[in-house]
C-alpha cells in the first residue's frame, strides 16, 4: 500500500505529521495530489480544541493541485489537470443546495463544510474530493498556485462578505479586523463600487496591506476610537454596510455603533463566548438593521468565477503569502502562523 | 380660538384628555379630522415611561379621518376628502428615503415616526400632516373606518415582517406571538405564499384568530414545547423564517433555535433590558442566517397597497377590532386595552 | 426483454404507440414506474412538428409514478416510493446549475429540459430519470395522483411567472391567455399577494377557472378590448406586472400596452414567427419595464415547494383535470386535447 | 426685469441663443446659476426633430453651478452653494417615486425627465430646480465642475446600466457601443466587480478610452465580428450580462445572440423605428433572458453617491470632456459635438 504524509489532528494541543495510506477515488470522488495548501485561522481553533474534530482527521481545507484519479462516474476531467476545490464542497443535488444555501448542504449548519472537519483535508500530500463534479475546477493557464491559493477560502469568504453586505456603488463601508479574511473583505468592498473604504486593526503592517487592497482610510484602534472617528469621517451618517471580520463582542458591537439605520452588518466571524446584541445601537429593533452572516461558498462555479478575477488583475493577493513552508516542517508553521510571528499573513505549504 | 380635545402624555403614568387649540397647517401640511383612531402596544410603552416622549405630546400614530384644511403647496387633495396616513410619515425628499429607508427618513433611527412621538398625533379630534402630498391617502369608496384602521401601523408592520423575511412560495414560517402585530404578520405570511404557517402565543383566543388569518398549526407555549413541537412539524428541518412579534429574548432565541441553516429571522419587537445571541443556535456565526428588523412601513404609497388589500377582501382585519370607546372615555379605554381585559386584541376610538 | 407501452413521435403528424423495451438504471438513474401523467401544449407542438425532436423519442414531461429501480449510487430513496420529477430535470452540478440557473442546465439554452426532448419521457410505462438524486421528491401521504399532477410542469411554469414578475403585496397583475399554465399563473399571483387580479381569455370556461383561482375580474376579449378596460380598471396607472402565458405578438404587445412605466412583464409563452416590440409602449427604451423569461423551474426541491403548497390546501389545482384517458387510447387523447374538445383543460393518462 | 441667455429649441434644425428673462423661484423651486453644462445625445435627437419638445424650450439636462436663491419651504442650502443636480429630478412624494420608481416620476413614462423636455433646462445662464430639497446636491470641496459634470446624466446612466444588469463579482460583460454612456457603463462594470469586460465600437479612439475605463477587451466591429469573437472570448458560454448602449436593433440583437442562457440584457439605448427579438437567440422565450431598460436615475441621493465616487478617485471620468465652448458659442457647439468632429466625446459648456 503506498503512503503518504498528511498533518493529523491527534489531540488538543497537537497536529503531528503521520504516515497515511493514499486513499481511493470512489463513485463521485476524485483523487488529488496537493500541490499547495495552507493554514487558515479555524485550522488553529481545531488545534486549540476549540472548534471539536475527531481525533485522526487530516486537516486543511485550502487545496491547489493536480488531478490523480478519477472515480466513477466523473466525467469532465483529466488526470494531471491542475485544479482548485473549494474549502466547502456542496453536493449541487440536496435540497438546500438546490435551494441556494450550497455552504448549508444537507440541512445542517456548515454542512458543506467537509475538508478537515468531517472527512479528510488537504494537509497532506492526497486529499478525496467529494461529489467532484460539483467541485473540481481546472485553473486558467499562467496562473501560479501561490496566486490561487487564497481562492478555496479566504477569498471567497471575504468576498462573501461585501457581497452579502449587499454593497452598492457609492457606499461607504469599514471592515473590523485585517486579518487575511478581513483584508479580503477590504477588497471585495472596492470590487463591488463602495466609495468610500475604512479598514480597522490594530497591527500597523496589515492596515499597511489594508490600503494596497482597497482601503481608503485606515484607522489603528490602539491609537484612535474606531467609532468616533468613522461617525467623523461619515460626517455623523454612519455607514452603510459594516463588516465583521474577527468574531468577537467588540468588533460585533462597534459594527452596529457605526451602521446607519437601514444598514447591514455583515458579520464573517466565528464567534465563541457570549454575544450580545447592543440595544441602544440597535435601535431597540425600530432601525431598519440587517444581520448577515457567511459561510465561505463554494462549489466549482464560485471557484471558477474567483480565478476569472485573479486573471484579470482586478485583485492581486500574491502579497498575503508571506511566508513559505514545506509540508514535512508543517508543526512548525503551525506554531509560527498560530503565533503570528514575523508580521505572517498567510503561509503556503507545499508538500 | 378653537379648541379641540386630545389625549395627551403628562408623565409616566398618566395620559389624560386635555382641551388643546386645533392647529394650523403650514406649509406642505394638513389639517386632518380624525374619525377613528386606536391604541397601540407602543402607546402603552409610552404611558409606562418606557419610551421617551416629552410631556404634553399628543399622543397616538394610526389615523382615519377626513381632510380639514389643506396648507400652501399641497395640491391633488380636496378637503373633505376620507384620507388614511400611515404610522410613519417619510419626506420623501431626504437621503435616507430617496435611498428606499422611508422609515429611517433623516437619517436618525425610526425618524419616520413622528405622531404621538416628535409631533402631536391622533388621540385628538384634529391633527397636523407633515408632507402632506407624501403620506395622505384617499380611502377607496366603501370601506369603513373600522376596515381600514388597521392599515397605519398594525397591518403595514405585520405584513411587513413577512416581506422582509423574504418569504417565497412553499415556504415553512413561524411566528412567535399573535398580538395585534403577530396576527397581522401570520395574515402577511399567507399573502406571500407560505406553505406551512405555524402561529405560537399563549392565549388561546389569540390562537383562534391566528387560525382564522392564515395559520395552519398553532401552538400554545403554556402547554406545548414550540421549539420542539416546530421541529417536529417541520421533520427536523426548521423554518425558512421565523418571525419575531414581541420583542424578549425567549422569542427572539426561539426563533433562532427553529431557523434552518440559510434561514431568516425577521424581527418587528422592540426589545429592552439585553438581548444575547444563542450562539449554537446561531450556529457561531456560519449558519447563512439573516436577522432582519422592521419598522413599520409608511407613506401614501404604502398606505394605497395595504388599502387595495383591504378593498380586494384578501385579508379581512375587522375582526381585530374588538372594543369601541368615545375619545372621551380614552383614559378608560388606556386601562382596559393596557391590561388586556376581556380578549381585547384592538380598540377603535371615536372623537 | 421485459417490454412496456409508450407514446412516440415518428415526424410531424403523428405519435403513436409502441412497444419498447423497459429501460435499466444506470449509474445516478432512477427507473420510475408512470402511474398517471398529461399532455403538454408543448407535445402538441411536438406532434405538428412546430418543436422539432428526434424520431422515435418517447415524448412527454409530467411524471407521476412509483421508484421502480435505483441505479448505483442512489441513495435515500425506497424501492416503492410514491415520487414526482419536474419536468426540467437539472444536474445540479454544472456551473448554470451551482449558479442558480437551473433550467438552463449544462448552459445551452433550455438545457434541463430533457424529459421527451433529448432523452425518453413520461407517456411510457416506465422512465429513467438522470440526475436521480437532484429530481425525485417524495409524494405527501394523502395526496392522489391527479393532485399533484400539475407540479412537474404547469404549476412550477405558472406559478414561477409569478415569482419572476417579482409580485408584491398590493400589486395590481394581468394574466393574457388562460390556459393551463396561463390559470396557474393566475393562481400563482393570487400566492404572492396581488391584490387585483385580472385575467384575459376568449373562452368562458376558462376565465370561470380563472375566477375560481384567484382572479378578481376577467376580461373576454373577445367582447372587450382589454388594454382600454385594463387603463380603465387601474385608472390610467397600469399594471405593476403583465404575465404573459401564450407565445404570440398579440399578447406580448398587449402586456407592454397595459404595464406601468417601471412595471415587469412576465414572459412565460413559446414564440414562434416574429416578435416585435411595440416602441411607443416600451418608451422607446425610457420606461424602466423589465421582460422576464422563465422556463418552468424543476428539481426535487421545487417540487418539494408545490407538493407542500398542495398539501397545504392553498391552491386547489384538482379541477383542472377535466378528462381522463388510458395510456393505450393516447393516440386519442391527442387528437381530443389538441383540439380542445369539450373544454378540456388537462387530460390525466394512466397507464 | 433681468435677462440671461440661453438655448432655445426653435424648430427642428434650429436651436438658437436667446435673451430670456431670469426666473423667480417658487415654493420648493430653487434659482441655479449653471456654471458647467454640456449637450446629450438626446439633445441633438430634440434638434433633429427626432424627439419632440415644445418650441420655445431651454433645453440642456446637465447642470453645474450654484445656487442663487431658494424659494419659499427650502431649508437645509445656502445661497452661494456649490451644487449638482441630477437630469431626472424626482419630486420624491408622488406614488411612483415612493414605490422606488423615481425616474417615472408621476406615472408617465420618462416623467421624472424635465429639464430642457417638459421645462426649462441647464444651457442657460440660469435655470430653477423643482423639488429642490429632493434635488440639490453640495458638491464636496476640491472636486471641479469637470469632474463632476459627468454625474447629472451620462455617469448616471452608464452606471445605471451596469446596476441593473445585476453585475456579480467576476460575471463577463460586454458593453456595445463606447459614446459617453457605454463608456460610463464600461466603468460601472468595473466598479461591480466583472472579470471580463468587452467593449465593443467602431471608433478606435473611443476603445482606446474604454480601455483606459476598465475594458479588458475591445473589439472594433468595422473589422472584427463582434458576436463571433465574443463567443470565442467566452469559450462558448456567453457573456452573463450585456449591456446595449445605442439603441440599434443592431446592437440589441447582438447583445442577445451573445447572451449566455439566464443572462441579462441591460438596455440604455433610445429606440425608433422597429426593435424585433431575434426569437432564436432569445430561445423562443425559453431561456431564462431578462431585458432590463434603465432611465438615468436621478435625485439627490443619486448625486450624493456619484460625487463621493469621483471624490474617492475610484473612476476619473473628466478625460471624457474633450473640448470646451462659451455658451455664447452654443449653436457652433452643437454642429461641433451633433457631427462628433475631432473625436468629441463630450464638451463643457461656461456661460
Same mark, same amino acid.
Given at each position: ?8 489532528f491527534i ?5 503531528a505529521l ?7 477515488a ?11 495548501t ?11 480544541g ?6 485522526g482527521r ?32 456542496p ?18 449548519? %456548515? ?10 483535508g488537504?494537509?497532506a ?6 461529489n ?19 481562492c ?25 479586523a ?10 471585495? %468592498? ?5 466609495s ?10 496589515r492596515?499597511?496591506?489594508a ?16 467609532? %468616533? ?7 455623523g ?6 463588516i ?8 460585533f ?7 446607519k ?12 463566548g ?15 438593521h ?17 480565478l ?9 493577493l ?5 511566508h513559505r513552508?514545506?509540508?514535512a516542517?508543517?508543526?512548525q %508553521? ?8 514575523d508580521?505572517v ?7
Amino acid at each position: 500500500m503506498r503512503t503518504m504524509k498528511a498533518a493529523v489532528f491527534i489531540r488538543p494541543g497537537k497536529i503531528a505529521l503521520e504516515d497515511r495510506p493514499i486513499p481511493t477515488a470512489g463513485p463521485g470522488e476524485a483523487l488529488m495530489r496537493i500541490t499547495t495548501t495552507t493554514i487558515c485561522g479555524t485550522d488553529i481553533h481545531i488545534l486549540k480544541g476549540e472548534y471539536p474534530v475527531a481525533p485522526g482527521r487530516i486537516i486543511g481545507h485550502e487545496p491547489v493541485g493536480v488531478i490523480a484519479d478519477l472515480g466513477p462516474g466523473v466525467t469532465g476531467y483529466d488526470i494531471g489537470q491542475r485544479v482548485v476545490v473549494g474549502a466547502i464542497t456542496p453536493c449541487g443535488q440536496c435540497h438546500p443546495c438546490l435551494d441556494g444555501h450550497q455552504s448549508q448542504c444537507g440541512g445542517k449548519a %456548515a454542512g458543506g463544510w467537509r475538508f478537515g472537519n468531517t472527512i479528510d483535508g488537504s494537509q497532506a500530500e492526497y486529499m478525496l474530493v467529494p461529489n467532484a463534479m460539483a467541485n473540481l475546477e481546472a485553473i486558467p493557464e499562467g496562473l501560479s498556485d501561490e496566486q490561487v491559493l487564497m481562492c478555496p477560502d479566504i477569498m471567497s469568504t471575504g468576498f462573501g462578505g461585501a457581497e452579502s453586505g449587499g454593497i452598492k456603488i457609492g457606499d461607504m463601508v469599514v471592515i473590523f479586523a485585517q486579518g487575511p479574511i478581513g483584508l479580503c473583505a477590504t477588497a471585495g %468592498a472596492k470590487l463591488k463600487g463602495a466609495s468610500l473604504i475604512i479598514a480597522v486593526d490594530g497591527v500597523s503592517s496589515r492596515l499597511e496591506v489594508a490600503k494596497r487592497l482597497g482601503a481608503d482610510v485606515t484607522i489603528d484602534y490602539t491609537k484612535t476610537d474606531p467609532v %468616533a472617528e468613522i461617525m467623523r469621517l461619515t460626517e455623523g451618517r454612519g455607514v452603510d454596510v459594516a463588516i465583521e471580520a474577527l468574531g468577537t463582542q467588540q468588533t460585533f458591537e462597534s459594527c452596529l455603533r457605526v451602521l446607519k439605520p437601514g444598514g447591514t452588518l455583515s458579520s464573517l466571524g466565528v464567534y465563541s463566548g457570549k454575544l450580545t446584541m447592543p440595544l441602544e445601537a440597535f435601535a431597540a429593533g425600530l432601525g431598519d438593521h440587517k444581520i448577515v452572516t457567511t459561510l465561505c461558498p463554494g462549489g466549482k462555479e464560485r471557484m471558477r468565477r474567483l480565478l476569472n478575477v485573479v486573471a484579470s488583475g482586478r485583485v492581486d493577493l500574491k502579497p498575503m503569502v508571506t511566508h513559505r513552508f514545506k509540508l514535512a516542517d508543517i508543526e512548525q %508553521a503551525y506554531d509560527f502562523f498560530g503565533n503570528q510571528r514575523d508580521g505572517v499573513l498567510k503561509v503556503a505549504i507545499t508538500p
